[in-house]
């Protein structure tokens, strides 16, 4: 598909589907009023700029949101027209990423539109030299505090094989703001649990 156009693509079906491909400047308009989108940049060196701009274009700057790697988006992101007026989910694999974008070399332009941190799965096993401690362990309940007081909220997924109520709660319990579920109804059940604990009505 990287090699093809936009007409092109678009005459062709989904698998085991008789649904033909649409633009991205089509889905924001159908979006629009319905739901809030996210993109994955897959290959930010080629689209990220492109991706901007489309959202730009459409008006689209506080329903759309752009889910880019750490490395791909402090490498990409500040030379893209427009980067200033989209957000982003940031994916994280390391402490090491949480510190170079809370450091110095992150344009504060650029940190100010990434509301969200996306911790890979595997996190909570994540080593830690500088949390000795607790056998270099990573913390999580830290390390949510220390973006919270960044403006930053976390995100982190269930397993992908059959999570349980358990599952959930745990995430949500550890610090978590949002958790990214393979199994609806137990995650629906977590939720009323939570909501019930924290007193949001209706839960």
């Known amino acids: 598909m990287e090699t093809m156009t936009a007409a092109a693509i678009q005459h062709c079906t989904m698998a085991l589907s008789p649904y033909t491909f649409i633009t991205a400047a089509s889905m924001l308009a159908l979006a629009n009023g319905k739901v809030n ?5 897959k290959q930010p060196a080629a689209d990220l700029a492109v ?21 791909e988006l402090l490498a990409h992101a500040p030379a893209a027209p427009g980067f200033e007026q989209v957000r982003f989910l940031v994916e994280i694999g390391s402490p090491a990423e949480i510190d170079a974008m809370l450091g110095s070399g992150t344009p504060p332009a650029l940190l100010a539109r990434c509301f969200m941190f996306e911790f890979d799965p595997g996190y909570t096993r994540w080593a830690n030299a ?3 401690a607790d056998g270099g362990k990573f913390d999580v309940g830290a390390a949510v505090a220390r973006l919270h007081a960044a403006g930053i909220r976390t995100l982190a997924a269930t397993s992908s094989k059959l999570p349980t109520v358990r599952n959930h709660l745990d995430i949500w319990r550890s610090g978590i703001d949002v958790v990214y579920t393979y199994n609806l109804q137990q995650a629906t059940d977590a939720r009323v649990t939570i909501n019930t604990e924290r007193g949001i009505a209706p839960p």
């Open 51 to 71: 991706a901007i701009a489309a959202i730009i274009a459409a008006g689209a700057q506080e329903r759309v949101f752009l889910e880019v790697r750490t490395s």
């Open 130 to 132: 500088s949390n000795a």
């Open 37 to 41: 989108v996210m993109w994955c940049v």
